[in-house]
């Protein structure tokens, strides 16, 4: 007896879940921060996170990315358990706007390869290949001509283009982003958001980003939230590839179901067996 449910499978692998967080709880010590959070982020999404100051937005990111430990609950990345999971390379992470000291001694170009180092191999020999995918992120950022510079000489908005390429050279299929313009003006955050939006509708990837920018928010995710857990508002924009990928997985469903019954075997549906 055959069932339906295999073909559901493929409608179900266009809905992976990259990131998962469940009844997730966190406490600094005596100060509870979020008490059962939870929320699902599937491929090629993009989810604005937003709350007041001190909702606990920085921390679920750095739960999120493996940096502190929830106090109950768990987070699963590409449905591994975050203490498991050991592909950070799929993984970007642009954090909030530095404050870079003017001295700071790397230049652009070596600020990008860490990226793809880490910070302990900073100092192993750089190939060609290593070379091109770094030339390759600045050349997408628009600030091939920094490479050479100085990281501490560069304006907030240059400074965060160059992390934007750090975060992808590795070619992740997520992007966290916390609060990426802060303190960047607002001509240059525009760029930044309008970049960060052709990213997503042209690119495979899922965006989960931190802002206080309502105004791009709501632009681009809607104007209400589509979860709140906690103190905690999730605004969601699913990629119009998600949709087609629904629609021809479902016209492929349909399709094997008609060819079933046409070749008269028995087809049932899983909830039919009992
Ligand atoms: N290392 C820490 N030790 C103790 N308390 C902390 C620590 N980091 C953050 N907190 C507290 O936890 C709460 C949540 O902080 P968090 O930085 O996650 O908030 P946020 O929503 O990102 O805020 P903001 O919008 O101001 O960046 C705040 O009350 C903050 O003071």
Known sequence: MQTIHNQNAAV?????????????SFAYEQKTVM????????????????????????????MIVGLLKP?????????????????????????????????????????????????KKLFRRIS????????????????????????GRLSGGQQQRVFLARALINNPSLLILDEPTVGIDAETQESFFH???????????TFLMVSHDMEMIRGYLGHEPAAVSGKLNFYIRHSHDTQDC??????HSLKGLREQM???REVVSVGDRN
């Open 128 to 151: 060609k290949a290593d070379q091109t995918k770094a030339n390759d992120a600045l050349e997408a950022m628009g600030i091939a001509d920094l490479s050479d510079k100085r990281i």
């Open 246 to 251: 629904v629609e021809s997985d479902l016209a």
């Open 262 to 264: 046409e070749s008269g």
């Open 71 to 119: 106090t109950a609950g768990e987070i699963r990345l590409f449905g591994q358990p975050v203490e498991s999971f050991k592909d950070w390379d799929r993984i970007g992470y642009v954090p909030q706007k530095n404050s870079l000291n003017p001295q700071f001694p790397a230049t652009v170009k070596e600020v990008v390869l860490s990226g793809l180092y880490g910070n």
């Open 35 to 62: 008490e059962n959070v939870s929320i699902g982020v599937k491929e090629r999404d993009f989810i604005g996170l937003i709350g007041a100051n001190g909702a606990g937005k920085s921390t679920l990111l750095r």
């Open 195 to 205: 970049m960060i939006k052709h990213m997503h509708q042209h690119h495979n990837m």
């Open 12 to 24: 179900a692998s266009c809905h992976n879940e990259v990131i998962s967080v469940k009844h997730v």
